[in-house]
């Protein structure tokens, strides 16, 4: 009997280590299998894409040439750029500014306080400068006296600028400056005109290095101050860097909760050259506009199409009952611009760009009516004179009441700088995209537009059929022969 039962236990032993064997067996080959096939699978995906491109890649890098400079330009991810972006972004990049213009700004890290009788000059230097390559061990064209901080000696001479400017002359020299560095700080405008009042175009010492361009023996840097701002916040939900004074973030649209600070603490002193101090390889667009009162027909084409993008109507219909004194007027209530059809060519150039300026200050950024008028007028000469167009502006009285209160003064500076700025920024993106967006070759629009200028090529090229140069270019000259000999 207990023989039988061990051999039961045996059995039921064997059986269960058979099962569990052949249990081990099945799984591992399960699994194997599955790693096979995943294998397999991966091998597949790699030589066989799912999503098959329907463009075929491409063999070799496209290129394409840009029309201004001739550097050609390779297009590696061809497969999602094409030639226009790909134009569009050199552009944009490398010629849709000169020196001293349009360029990203720079944090600048160190600097000295401010003593306490400057303070009041902070609100004239809050903005970063722009992306140059800057030194700060220079022979400078502010020379400190013995014992005295190099900041405090350039601050006292802007202190000294901002007395100065309340004066119909300064101011008007003032203005002329701003309209070349008009994205400089007001302090660094001032600064730039009381040291070197000729300068045109101006650039760090390394900067110019790049540019092949070297700083002559001798030459002393002009002084600027340049503010130093705590690092950027980020935003807490994507990362991004927020931009000063942000409320929302540029990237994601959230909200953004975090103080960040709008004004610097501390000031660093650096140098910049002008182009006159420095030799060496030619630079492209070198050629400042004399300021004439001759008619600019590039501009005024810009204004008009600048004002059509921007909702606004610009009328030129006889108005017999009206006092033939008024030469034009905005209206906010139906965004009209209205110029004087009787006026000369020059005259209703300078109404345009007056009246567009009171767009810009009632219509975008709501300046009270009693500044509104002299700040027009100024932000008018600025944008005119940085197109090397005189309006003849030559008293500005009303600038010696502003310097009654130096916060006055501040503010109203600052909101001509912002319109003329803001029309000089959009004036510069317009014909960046006129020349993406042209229906001729846009080696050949530039070829017309050197000939017989901007505004002909544009207005020809919108009466001309698609593609067709030499309508463009007839068309061009007949508007150029019609508008001389008038």
Not at 76 to 100: C, F, M, W
Not at 293 to 310: C, H, T, V, Y
Not at 375 to 399: K, L, M, N, Q, W
Request: glycine share 6%.
């Amino acid at each position: 009997m207990n023989q039988s039962i061990q051999a039961q236990v045996n059995e039921v032993a064997q059986f269960t280590a058979w099962f569990a064997g052949a249990f081990f067996i099945l799984w591992m080959g399960k699994t194997v299998g599955g790693m096979e096939k995943e294998l397999v699978n991966k091998m597949l995906d790699i030589t066989t894409p799912k999503n098959m491109s329907l463009r075929i890649p491409q063999t070799s890098v496209v290129t394409v040439t840009c029309p201004i400079c001739d550097k050609v330009i390779e297009i590696p991810q061809y497969n999602s750029v094409t030639r226009t972006d790909a134009l569009r972004r050199h552009i944009e990049k490398e010629h849709s500014s000169i020196v001293g213009q349009y360029l990203p700004s720079l944090d600048i890290e160190g600097g000295e306080s401010i003593p306490s009788q400057y303070h009041y000059l902070i609100g004239w230097l809050d903005e970063t400068l722009p992306e140059y390559s800057l030194l700060t061990e220079l022979m400078p064209a502010v020379e400190p006296t013995s014992g005295e901080r190099k900041i405090d000696a350039v601050l006292k001479q802007l202190k000294d600028g901002v007395e100065s400017i309340q004066g119909s002359d300064n101011f008007r020299q003032f203005l002329t400056v701003m309209a070349k560095f008009h994205d400089y700080s007001i302090g660094n405008q001032l600064l730039i005109m009381l040291q070197r009042p000729e300068a045109t175009r101006v650039a760090g010492f390394n900067t110019w290095k790049d540019m092949d361009r070297w700083v002559k023996s001798g030459e002393k840097g002009i002084a600027i101050l340049a503010p130093i701002f705590q690092p950027r916040a980020t935003c807490p939900a994507c990362g991004a860097r927020l931009p000063r004074g942000a409320r929302f973030c540029s990237e994601c649209g959230k909200t953004v909760e975090i103080e960040v600070e709008v004004s610097p603490r501390y000031f660093k002193v650096v140098y910049v050259f002008d182009v006159s101090q420095t030799e060496g390889k030619p630079l492209p667009e070198v050629e400042v506009p004399v300021l004439t009162g001759d008619i600019n027909e590039e501009l005024f084409a810009s204004m008009l199409e600048l004002m059509k993008r921007q909702g606004v109507t610009v009328n030129f219909e006889s108005r017999p009952l009206d006092d033939p004194d008024i030469k034009g007027f905005y209206r906010h209530a139906d965004n009209l611009i209205w110029v004087r059809p009787q006026e000369s060519r020059a005259q209703q150039l300078k109404t345009l760009l007056h009246e567009s300026a009171h767009y810009y200050t009632e219509g975008v950024f709501h300046i009270p009516r009693a500044d509104a008028e002299t700040i027009a007028e100024s932000a008018a000469f600025v944008v005119a004179a940085h197109h090397g167009f005189d309006t003849g502006v030559r008293s500005f009285p009303y600038v010696a009441v502003w310097a009654q209160d130096k916060k006055v003064l501040e503010q109203n500076l600052g909101a001509i700088r912002q319109v003329a700025t803001t029309i000089l920024d959009q004036l510069e993106k317009s014909k960046t995209s006129a020349l993406i967006s042209a229906t001729i070759p846009v080696n050949e629009l530039m070829r017309i537009a050197d000939k017989y200028g901007w505004w002909a090529a544009k207005l020809a090229e919108a009466v001309c059929p698609h593609n067709d140069v030499g309508c463009v270019e007839r068309e061009a000259k007949r508007l150029i022969t019609a508008r001389t000999s008038r």
